[in-house]
């Protein structure tokens, strides 16, 4: 490639409001509108979701890094977006119903995303943008970085980032940052549950990637069943949980990865996967 197209393709990327690096078997998505605080606009939803529907039917993909460009991870939902539709002869109901659903969605893909998804957090995540935090599986943050649901603050509670919110952390915790408003430092994220690691600035996203490289050494199929086995177990009663999960086990056992494992595991040596 010479410097003109170089040049060009740098320019084209800098366009995308999302990008997508593929890094030894780790697809990085990066949010790149930095001039929103990269904000989850209808525009970024809709990059979000095809590009995980993607990579949900795309066998090289053994796992996912989610980071962001600019000063912020991400602000939440772009209000200036939502609030242009008070203008609609129904004030705004239809789009906000279109916009609280595409982004619930989106939410959910990354759960049912048959690879581990980690968030690279280099700064500022709140509103929706902390329940995309805390909607991926697992979570690395700069030292710098901050959490918060502050809609209470402008009169909108963040009802569907409580959703995420409380799933990661106790109801006490939840409910104080919902109520309260106010941002947490990373520290005290990673205490609560929200962050599973804390980096120094600058090192997030590499430290990610190889989370997410030490995770993809491991059988895919095995990766796919654990993930979702533990976030259906969670919706259940104990004992059913444990039916479910028993029956899962049986599954898992009779997969030709389990047995190659044992295997390797009895004969002390290294385990040859073939994702089945």
Request: proline share 4%.
């Amino acid at each position: 490639m010479n410097a003109q197209s170089a040049g060009a393709a740098a320019t084209a990327a800098s366009s995308l409001i999302l990008l997508r690096e593929d890094v030894a078997g780790v697809a990085v998505l990066t949010l790149n509108h930095p001039q929103t605080r990269n904000s989850l606009s209808e525009a970024m939803l809709e990059a979000l979701g095809d590009a995980l529907t993607a990579i949900a039917h795309d066998d090289t993909v053994r796992a996912v890094v989610l980071a962001a460009n600019g000063p912020a991870f991400s602000a939440g939902h772009d209000l200036k977006e939502l609030n242009r539709h008070r203008a609609d002869a129904d004030r705004g109901r239809a789009y906000f119903k279109h916009m609280m659903t595409t982004c619930s969605t989106m939410m959910q893909q990354i759960v049912a995303l048959p690879q581990p998804v980690i968030a690279a957090v280099q700064a500022i995540a709140s509103a929706a943008g902390c329940q995309l935090v805390a909607s991926c599986d697992l979570a690395v943050a700069s030292r710098e970085a901050k959490f918060a649901t502050p809609g209470v603050d402008i009169g909108l509670f963040c009802s569907t980032p409580m959703v995420a919110l409380s799933r990661n952390v106790s109801p006490k915790h939840a409910m104080e940052m919902l109520l309260t408003g106010e941002m947490i430092p990373a520290e005290h994220a990673a205490r609560i549950g929200l962050v599973n690691r804390i980096v120094a600035p600058g090192r997030e996203r590499e430290e990610a990637i190889k989370l997410a490289r030490e995770i993809s050494s491991k059988s895919s199929l095995t990766v796919k069943i654990g993930k979702e086995g533990f976030y259906r177990q969670l919706e259940m009663r104990l004992a059913d949980a444990y039916t479910y999960v028993s029956e899962v086990m049986v599954e898992n056992m009779l997969a030709r990865d389990a047995e190659e494992g044992i295997n390797a595991f009895i004969e002390k040596r290294e385990p040859k996967w073939e994702d089945r």
